[in-house]
């Protein structure tokens, strides 16, 4: 059964546990458990993540671990007992884990891996720590590894900072706000450093003197390479300062073997050295560490005669050195060793070997050799920093290995008490040797011994250098034939000091002959004493010794014999009566130079120190020797420490009235001798002596004498410098006066204490007697009192052995009491005072309770004086901190209400005036004044925030009532309510605390609302009803305000485990702030809440935006209340209304707010306004508000996503609309307007932003009233204004292109500058207004297209939900481009493939729909369009400006459909879009308003064609009448072949099929009248072709005859054709109708129309087939039948037409393409079997696809869509050779054309309804997907007579009588027709760009027409505003644009090479192919035209280039010729 745990409570999983059985809880590894039950191997339990959810799991997936149970029993709590850092790296890793994965997906890859590798040391500490097999000091490292590497990790990952005390996160509650601060402080840092907070706490203030840290130099000899040797040497190591020229230290010594390997086996890898003890000055020398080798062996190298075998001398060899400059960085950097190479250089002259080391630095490369090779010593270095025992704590492999302790020559910087030395260092320098009768120099050898007093060698008293082991007796090397030998050799003595009294050296020397027996000759000697007989020790200088002359036979047994003899010469002079018969004869002419330098902390070699420690031998002088104290070294002194210090207390008591004052000042010497940081580690010493060693019982009476003496002298003395340092000598003059009476009292049993506690007293009067001193007039006296205020908080402990601690403290109020407030003395003694004060504040004194009563009002009234006058704010700081610091830490055993009591009333107004002060300096980044360290403002400020956050959470609500009551009038009370209202704000504006300092900012947050709580009643009590101050409570308001809106609050920005730690530690603060803030808004008056309408409207906005619900639902009721109390008192609440609304944009755009605030603002207002009487005005405000609301968050939305700019503008035209119209808020309405224009420049929408920019500008007038300053505008008179603003606008419509739009203005600009008589402004803009009417006649436009869009489903935004718009397209942009763009902006939308409505289903769905297709403009004003005068240029503009009608046309089939003629039932559905405003306007789009559905039937579709033929025609042949168009016929050619050709073909004859059969008029006789009128049009067209014709026949060129005979036989057939159905047409008898003109040259037009004349050609014109137009390098290129337009296959086999804009149409680049369309969607197109695309046969069911056409409507009337698209050319004109296809059309294959769709390419082609030949109508394919633009009335087929177009192929060809003749004629039909290849563009195209271009299209079988040569003029042709001639384009990919093709000639005629010339760049993208012509040409030409002037050519944008061939010069004068006889005729 289940028993509930005792032991077993909480635990680790260690595997994951599926949770698979019944009630089994799902567990994840790593999660932690808690226990509840168990029962076989089974545990029930919850995992502390989610402790709700209860289960059970396997024991053995449980770790089970130690925890602490709290509150046992149903609702026990478990927490874990471990380390808190063990159990902080576990929860922190578990956070960074989700975060550092995060850090993949944002690409962060660096910071990825740091934090990945430092996850897996803390893995790894972690595990050490928890193994619990390290010692105290190791725990204490791991951890700081540990915090170094989480604070780093925080720190990068942007997580909290986390505050530490000893590596351990701190509890917040148990310390003070300042510490806490100070902790946040140092955990910053914690990365570089670790020390602890307390020692920082403790070195705050005082001057505790920073120990230097030691470096020394580990050195490690790897090996030495250079083995030419041979023998064993000896390497020595030493570091030389080359600046002072010596050694620093010790020599480290190797013995090496011949073959370089240690001599002893045991040292192999342990040839290691540390040169200990260097300091920081002795880095900053010119150090090397300089290498000597010295070799054993021969005495020459070289010479195997020299010197037997077996005899060994020392021998020089050579010297290496490394600069330690050049190593240090390097090394110092790294944690490990560093390998180097020493070169060894041999010396050239051994008389310099004791300088080779100089010589090789210096480089004088002429006194040494450098080595053959690079090889040499190879060392390895290491820098180690720290003391010796931290050293060899944290380096242990490096002492395991034997290292060489190497010491410093002398003491280091800091001597240690226990470091005792005894060593003597002996430098052998040099010796001056006689000849001594030899032919050559002798070979000196120096042995030295140490001899006792009795003679005796002291063994192992000789050290060559550490490493290797002391010996006997040392031999030097030798120098070759050297008399004057100089060695240079430093050798240690480390002799024992009870042996160093009567020894002596002794130094042999020996000649060492070379001759065969090789002896070593002794021939003399010398000695020297180490101690002189005064008890001193051999002085450290040069000593020149005396050498005696003897013999190997000579005895040293008896030492006496020559240590009676002079030494040297100084000890000559001491015993000038040696007798001269001794044994040993001295030898005047030879001496030896040795120096000695004593390190010893035993001996000494000062004469003064030894005379004071022996008094008592000559008490005579012990005046003289007390006065030479001061001149013994520090380093003496300090050695007998205690020894002097016996001494002259032994002299005090001896005669204390005589030597007293002198006693004194050695003592006082003595001790400030300590305060040196080189001694300062001999304080303990000191210390430890006057415990237990100091026996002065009597000492204290004359020590206390002598410092009041000396005090009682500070007034009087000039000079003060004994005075300063007795002052600065105080601490252990005391400790000496307390140690001396306790020992008194001890020995006399506490007799004479009265005299002891007044002699104090006394002593304490001179104290303050001296600090109450007025010092400003003496410098000197300023030091001596900063020296006493130094030293006297260190008494206060010695006192306290004395004294009680009431007694002492009221000894220090007196002493602190009686130094002169702050305005009297200096600002230097200021900080001495306050540093002072801070030392007391921080010694043990100030933490009894009983002192701090007496101590702290004087310190804080100190403290209060200088925040006063800003004086010393930093060190200020310091002290309170301390102080808080202290009374927290009390405050958790104690009270301490009387304390916080004294601090509230002292300091807490001035604090808050302080704070005040600083902050408005760090606003203004002023530096604090009074500020001495180089702290920044920002520190200075944190630190008074945490004093002041300590006081305020000190104080209980006693306190606070205190306060409260000792305010002595209400205005006081204000000023103070006003005071700590505003640092609190300034404290949340300013961010004083870093984001990351999480734990800080929420303890502010909390010290703030406790305050406010505490605070509120005083303002409610105090400040209402008759006594309201508006002052007060709109502070106490804002404060609330700017506390709920904290960052460091918003908790939803946080993870869900730091959320749930803050909730329960603090709650939720906003909630209890927003409570509190309700509450006092209720508590207000309803009189005095008027006072904050509208100002807190806003701010109280900004709450109860918070995210936070139940803030909301506090704070929302609010404005109801504001609301109700406006509409009492004015009737109405507009300012609510009005401010709201205003503050509601600004927050929302800010990023506030969400759906589900506005669906709260909505529903808790209306519930409280439902009971007001002004009900229906509320509800429709609220209504107003949250409609506003949606449109700001969908702004919003916009704006800040990486929306579109469409959406962008839709959004703010939508919120623009709601402003003006709705809410009529005219700035915000201003504002949006200048938001919207910026949007419409930035995507170059300029004539949207002209609009919108006149919104603006029709809001202003015409007045002289003053405007404020406002947006970007100046402060200025409102006429200036709507100047400005007119001309800016007026600029924008000029780059917009719009400039019909802008002349009115110009005009209303004009009739102002005409009332001001401002005639230079008038000048200007009526010149502008002239250059727009230039501009509209001379500039080509670009007519845009129109397109529908619909947007449904719920996920749209709120602006475009379920609505449809109208948009105006981009240049060139054609529908299947809009919809692309339209998706991409859009990603997840829909594209539905139906015109149809959509259903309440898909309007409702969360999805998003997009059905788009295009619409035609209706034009508002006809009248323009229907003037014939009127030139097509200004036209075109009103046909697509300022249209707000537009429809699209679907065709459909009413009843049964006749499959003879489809016509009959095909009807138009004609839908009308009405828009809200025309466009263009402020916005690219419009809302549809309005939809109107009307259907047209056939016969008035029939009736509409006719009609607008007909008008086109006319207006055509009006403009050639009046000359508007002239010099060019191509226009008028191709509309009346267009025309007559479709009525001879078929599309009338349809219509009378149709509508004139009898059946019909019979079956309807009700469209009689429309028959009628039918046939009235049909005779018409007649009439208006028979004027044409004439017309045509006086303008065509010779060249083009044969052409206008085809057009006046095709007349007759049509007018034949329709005698029968229109009587009276056989009348008609054209002017035109005689024989054709003679056959002659036609010119080959290589030449599109260009798009300025293009826009010529009236836009409902049949010539439609103008967009057709397809250019040939060479050839006119027919590609389909002018009137099979706009085709597409319905579903039930149908041909729709659509429209085309062939105004905007570019001629398309490619010849061998065919014409792309924009198609529907492929599964909408009905795809025609494969067999009949290009088939030569196709059935019958598309032989009447053209006449089907005839009912559908004209060209601007007809929709392109994307349900009826336009089958164009990317939407461009195909070529002017296209208007002529009917021609020549022969069988086809479908052509790759890269710009076509996949839909595109799926639509089959379609069968011609006529063929060239009689008779083979079958064989012409259908042209479908590749036909044109063309769009002319449809004819009905007709039966054509065989032969009746057969044309010769000569027609086409120059008459050109000196070339051979031209090509025969060839029949069509026997023409072969070649494959088309595809374009260079497509990937399966096997030509390059080029390829010759194709002369005609396999598509129409396309004759080439050669170019002709006209008669010779050099006339230019005049240019003229009509459709002039382009030079013919040759197209060329991108790649070949500096190559264009070079065109096939097809003529002999043509030109070998066409010069290039680059034409404006065409839109279309489809290259042209090379394919040669495989028809013959039909004798029929489509333009006869010139040469445009160059500068007439005006580029525009288009996306490829164009190079074209050159006329030659004949066809330039003969096109001239021609274009002149036009003009006269």
């Known amino acids: 059964m289940w028993t509930p745990t005792e032991e077993e409570k909480i635990g680790v999983v260690i595997c994951s546990f599926r949770g698979s059985v019944s009630q089994g809880l799902s567990l994840e590894i790593g999660e932690t458990v808690q226990i509840l039950e168990k029962c076989e191997g089974w545990y029930r339990g919850f995992s502390t993540k989610k402790p709700t959810v209860k289960g059970i799991f396997p024991t053995n997936y449980i770790h089970l671990k130690r925890g602490i149970v709290s509150n046992s029993g149903q609702y026990e709590t478990v927490a874990l007992l471990e380390d808190s850092i063990v159990t902080e790296v576990t929860s922190t890793l578990q956070e960074w884990a989700f975060l550092w994965k995060q850090l993949y997906v944002k690409n962060k890859v660096d910071l990825f ?157 342990r040839l290691c050295a540390l040169f200990t003890d260097l300091s920081n000055k002795d880095m900053k020398r010119d150090l090397y560490i300089v290498s000597h080798v010295i070799r054993t062996g021969r005495m020459l190298l070289n010479d195997s005669k020299k010197g037997p075998a077996h005899v060994q001398y020392r021998r020089p060899y050579g010297c290496a050195v490394l600069s330690m400059s050049d190593v240090l960085q390097s090394i110092s950097e790294l944690k490990e060793e560093k390998d180097f190479v020493l070169k060894v250089y041999t010396c050239n002259n051994e008389n310099e070997w004791c300088q080779i080391h100089e010589n090789i630095i210096r480089k004088s490369s002429t006194k040494y050799t450098a080595p053959s090779t690079n090889y040499g010593l190879i060392i390895s270095l290491q820098l180690l920093r720290g003391e010796m025992e931290l050293i060899r704590r944290e380096n242990p492999m490096i002492f395991n290995r034997g290292v060489a302790v190497t010491r410093k020559l002398g003491f280091p910087d800091v001597i240690m008490p226990g470091d005792i030395r005894n060593d003597l260092y002996l430098i052998l320098e040099r010796g001056d040797f006689e000849r001594g009768g030899k032919s050559v120099q002798k070979n000196i050898e120096v042995t030295v011994y140490v001899l006792y007093a009795d003679g005796e060698i002291l063994k192992d008293c000789i050290s060559l250098g550490s490493g290797e082991p002391n010996v006997s007796e040392h031999r030097s090397f030798v120098l070759y034939h050297n008399n004057s030998p100089r060695w240079g050799e430093i050798i240690k003595l480390p002799i024992p000091v009870d042996r160093f009294r009567g020894s002596h050296l002794r130094f042999e020397f020996r000649h060492c002959s070379t001759k065969d027996k090789g002896e070593k000759k002794l021939f003399g000697f010398a000695f020297t004493p180490l101690m002189r007989e005064d008890g001193t020790t051999l002085s450290d200088e040069s000593h020149e010794l005396y050498v005696y002359k003897c013999d190997e036979n000579s005895t040293f047994s008896n030492q006496a014999l020559y240590l009676g003899l002079p030494c040297c010469k100084e000890d000559f002079n001491g015993c000038p009566n040696i007798p001269s018969s001794l044994i040993f004869q001295r030898s005047a002419k030879e001496m030896l130079w040795i120096s000695t330098q004593l390190s010893s902390t035993k001996l000494t070699q000062n004469v003064d120190l030894l005379a004071l420690l022996k008094w008592k031998a000559h008490p005579d002088r012990l005046m003289d020797i007390l006065g030479r104290l001061r001149h013994v070294s520090g380093e003496e002194i300090v050695k007998f420490l205690q020894d002097i210090l016996d001494t002259l207390f032994s002299i005090l008591d001896d005669n204390t009235d005589k030597y007293g004052p002198l006693v004194f000042q050695s003592l006082v010497f003595i001790i400030n001798l300590l305060r040196d940081s080189k001694y300062y580690h001999f304080r303990p010493v000191m210390d430890t002596y006057i415990q237990k060693h100091f026996a002065g019982a009597l000492a204290y009476k004359e020590l206390i004498h002598c410092l009041k003496w000396y005090m009682d002298r500070s007034a009087e003395v000039v000079r003060q410098d004994h005075i300063q340092e007795a002052m600065r000598a105080l601490e252990y003059l005391f400790k000496f006066i307390v140690q001396s009476r306790i020992l008194y009292s001890r020995a006399t049993c506490g007799m004479e204490e009265d005299q002891f506690r007044m002699s104090i007293q006394e002593l304490f009067q001179s104290i303050r007697f001296v600090l109450s001193l007025d010092s400003r007039s003496s410098e000197t006296l300023i030091f001596t009192q900063a020296a006493l205020l130094n030293s006297f908080p260190t008494i206060f402990d010695e006192l306290l052995q004395m004294f009680t601690v009431q007694e002492v403290a009221e000894f220090v109020r007196g002493t602190l009491g009686s130094m002169p407030s702050t305005v009297h003395i200096g600002q230097s003694m200021d900080v001495v005072k306050l540093q002072s004060i801070a030392r007391t504040v921080d010694s043990r004194l100030f933490s009894f309770p009983e ?134 704000r300034n404290l949340m504006k300013l961010s004083i605390f870093p984001r990351d300092w999480m734990v800080m900012r929420l303890l502010t947050s909390n010290i703030i609302v406790t305050t406010a709580q505490y605070l509120s009643p005083a303002l409610h009590k105090n400040f209402t009803e008759a006594d309201f101050d508006f002052k007060v409570w709109n502070s106490y308001f804002s404060l609330a305000v700017l506390y709920i809106n904290q960052p460091s609050l918003q908790l939803e920005t946080l993870t869900p485990s730091k959320r749930k730690k803050i909730l329960d530690k603090y709650g939720d603060m906003r909630v209890m702030m927003a409570y509190e803030l309700f509450g006092m808004w209720q508590n207000l008056a309803g009189e005095n809440k008027i006072h904050f309408i509208p100002g807190m409207i806003g701010p109280f906005l900004g709450v109860t935006l918070v995210p936070q619900t139940e803030v909301r639902s506090i704070m929302i009721p609010i404005f109801h209340d504001m609301m109700d109390w406006e509409q009492r008192k004015n009737g109405n609440f507009k300012q609510v209304e009005a401010e709201l609304i205003d503050k509601l944009d600004s927050l929302v755009s800010e990023g506030k707010g969400d759906e589900n605030y506005r669906e709260l603002f909505g529903l808790l207002l209306l519930e409280k306004i439902e009971q007001e009487t002004w009900r229906e005005t509320g509800v429709s405000f609220v209504t107003s508000v949250t409609r506003l609301m949606e449109r700001l968050l969908d702004y919003r939305d916009c704006m800040k996503g990486d929306e579109t700019e469409n959406k962008k503008i839709g959004c703010t035209v939508n919120l623009l609309n709601f402003y003006k119209s709705e809410i009529n808020k005219e700035e915000m309405y201003i504002r949006y307007i200048h938001k919207l224009c910026d949007m419409h420049l930035q995507a170059e929408n300029y004539t949207e932003a002209a609009f919108t920019l006149l919104l603006y500008w029709e809001l202003l007038h015409w007045e002289d009233r003053p405007l404020r300053e406002f947006l970007h505008y100046p402060t200025q008179s409102e006429w200036q204004r709507k100047e400005g603003l007119c001309r800016k606008v007026i600029h924008y419509f000029n780059k917009g292109k719009c400039w019909e739009y802008g002349i009115p203005l110009c005009r209303e600009l004009a009739s102002q500058y005409e009332a001001l008589y401002d005639y230079q402004s008038l000048s200007w803009i009526r010149k502008m207004e002239a250059a727009y009417y230039d501009n509209i006649m001379e500039q080509q436009r670009l007519e845009p297209e129109f397109f529908r869009v619909g947007f449904y489903g719920r996920k749209f935004p709120f602006f475009l939900r379920n609505k449809e718009f109208v948009c105006r397209g981009h240049d060139y942009e054609r529908l299947e481009a809009f919809q692309q763009r339209m998706l991409g902006e859009f990603p997840q939308a829909i594209a539905m493939q139906h015109p149809n409505q959509p259903d309440e289903t898909i309007l409702q769905c969360d999805a998003q729909y997009l059905q788009i297709y295009a619409v035609t403009p209706i034009p508002e004003n006809a009248d ?448 072969p027709l070649h494959p088309i290849p595809a374009s260079p563009t497509s990937p399966h195209s096997g030509l390059n760009g080029s390829s010759s271009t194709l002369s005609g299209s396999a598509s129409s079988g396309v004759s080439s027409l050669s170019e002709s040569n006209f008669g010779h003029s050099c006339e230019q042709p005049v240019h003229t505003d009509t459709m002039d001639s382009v030079p013919s384009q040759s197209w060329t990919t991108d790649e070949d644009v500096e190559s264009p093709y070079l065109p096939v000639r097809y003529s002999i005629s043509e030109p070998d090479v066409l010069e290039p010339m680059k034409l404006p760049p065409c839109r279309s993208h489809s290259a042209p192919s090379g394919v040669n012509p495989t028809l013959p040409p039909k004798p029929y030409m489509g333009r006869g035209e010139g040469c445009i002037p160059e500068e007439e050519i005006r580029p525009r944008p288009m996306p490829r280039k164009i190079s074209q061939p050159l006329l030659s010069c004949k066809e330039e004068q003969a096109k001239v010729a021609w274009e002149h006889g036009i003009k006269e005729e």
């Open 1424 to 1871: 323009v369009l229907h003037m014939d005068r009127v030139p097509e240029r200004i036209k075109s503009f009103y046909r697509i400006n300022n249209v707000h009608r537009f429809r699209y046309d679907r065709p459909f089939h009413k009843g049964p459909k006749d499959r003879d003629n489809e016509f009959k039932s095909l009807w138009i559905e004609r839908t009308t879009l009405i828009l809200t405003r025309p466009l263009p306007g402020i916005s690219r789009w419009f809302e549809v308003e309005k939809r109107e559905v009307v259907e047209v039937s056939p016969l008035e579709n029939a009736i509409y064609v006719v009609e607008n033929k007909n008008h086109e025609l006319r207006t055509l042949i009006c403009q050639y009448q009046h000359k508007q168009l002239h010099g060019n016929v191509n226009l008028l050619s191709m509309c009346l072949n267009g025309m007559i050709d479709a009525a001879v073909n078929g599309g009338i004859a349809r219509y009378q099929e149709a509508f004139f059969d009898k059946d019909y008029i019979a079956s309807h006789p009700e469209d009689a009248e429309k028959i009628t009128q039918l046939k009235e049009l049909m005779q018409e067209q007649v009439h208006i072709l028979s004027v044409g014709l004439a017309v045509h026949e006086k303008l065509v060129h010779p060249e083009m005859r044969p052409l206008h005979k085809k057009l006046i036989d095709q007349f007759q057939m049509m007018r034949s054709s329709l005698c029968h159905a229109l009587p009276g047409l056989e009348k008609i008898s054209p002017a035109c109708s005689g024989a054709s003109t003679p056959r002659g040259s036609i010119l080959a037009s290589h030449s599109p129309l260009s798009p300025e004349s293009i826009k010529l050609v009236h836009r409902h014109s049949p010539l439609n087939l103008l967009g057709s137009i397809r250019h040939s390098s060479s050839s006119l290129s027919s590609h389909t039948s002018s009137e099979t337009g706009n085709l597409i296959f319905l579903p039930d086999g149908l041909v729709g037409e659509t429209s085309d804009d062939i105004y905007r149409m570019q001629a398309s680049p490619s010849s061998s393409s065919l014409s792309s369309t924009h198609s529907a969607p492929s599964q909408m197109i009905n795809s025609a079997p494969s067999s009949a695309r290009g088939s030569p046969s196709l059935s019958d069911k598309y032989r009447h696809n053209r006449e089907m056409i005839m009912l559908l409507p004209p060209h601007r009337d007809r929709p392109s869509s994307a349900m009826y698209p336009a089958m164009t050319e990317n939407g461009q004109p195909t070529n002017f050779q296209r208007a002529l296809i009917q021609q020549v059309i022969g069988p086809c294959k479908p052509c790759s054309d890269p710009n076509l769709s996949v839909a595109e390419k799926a639509v089959p082609t379609a069968p011609s309804s006529w063929s060239l030949d009689s008779g083979t109508r079958e064989a012409m394919p259908f042209l479908s997907a590749h036909v044109g633009s063309i769009m002319v009335p449809p004819v009905p087929p007709r039966t054509i007579p065989h032969g009746h177009f057969s044309m010769h192929f000569d027609a086409f060809h120059h008459q050109i009588s000196d070339l051979p003749p031209v090509l025969p004629a060839r029949s069509l039909r026997k023409s």
């Open 113 to 269: 891996y740091k934090l990945r590798h430092v996850m897996n040391e803390l893995f790894d500490l972690r595990r050490q720590l928890l193994s619990g097999h390290l010692t105290q000091d190791q725990i204490r490292e791991v951890k700081r590894h540990i915090t170094v590497r989480l604070d780093w990790g925080n720190e990068h990952l942007g997580l909290d900072l986390v505050p530490r005390k000893e590596f351990e996160m701190v509890d917040a509650e148990q310390i003070s706000v300042s510490d806490l601060y100070k902790m946040h402080l140092s955990s910053r840092h914690s990365v570089q450093q670790s020390t602890s907070q307390g020692d920082s706490l403790r070195q705050r203030h005082g001057e505790a003197c920073r120990i230097p840290i030691p470096h020394h130099l580990f050195l490690n000899l790897k090996s030495f390479t250079y083995n030419t040797i041979g023998e064993d040497t000896d390497v020595f190591f030493s570091l030389f300062d080359m600046r002072e020229g010596k050694q620093i230290s010790e020599r480290f010594m190797v013995k090496l073997n011949k073959n370089g390997g240690p001599k002893n086996p045991e040292k192999i890898d």
């Open 851 to 984: 002192s701090r009563r007496i101590l702290l009002p004087v310190v804080l009234h100190h403290i209060h004086l200088h925040l006063r006058q800003q004086k010393e704010l930093l060190i200020c700081s310091g002290i309170l901190s301390s102080i808080f610091s202290i009374i927290k830490a009390s405050s958790l055993e104690t009270s301490v209400q009387e304390e916080v009591e004294m601090m509230v009333e002292s300091l807490l107004d001035v604090l808050l005036q302080t704070l005040l002060t600083i902050m408005s300096k760090s606003q203004s980044q002023e530096a604090v004044r009074g500020q001495r360290c180089p702290q920044c403002t920002a520190e200075i400020t944190g630190e008074y925030v945490s004093c002041m956050l300590s006081l305020l959470r000190q104080m209980s609500e006693i306190h606070y009532q205190h306060l409260l009551d000792n305010f002595q009038s209400k205005e006081e009370l204000k000023e103070f309510l006003l005071k700590i209202f505003c640092v609190f």
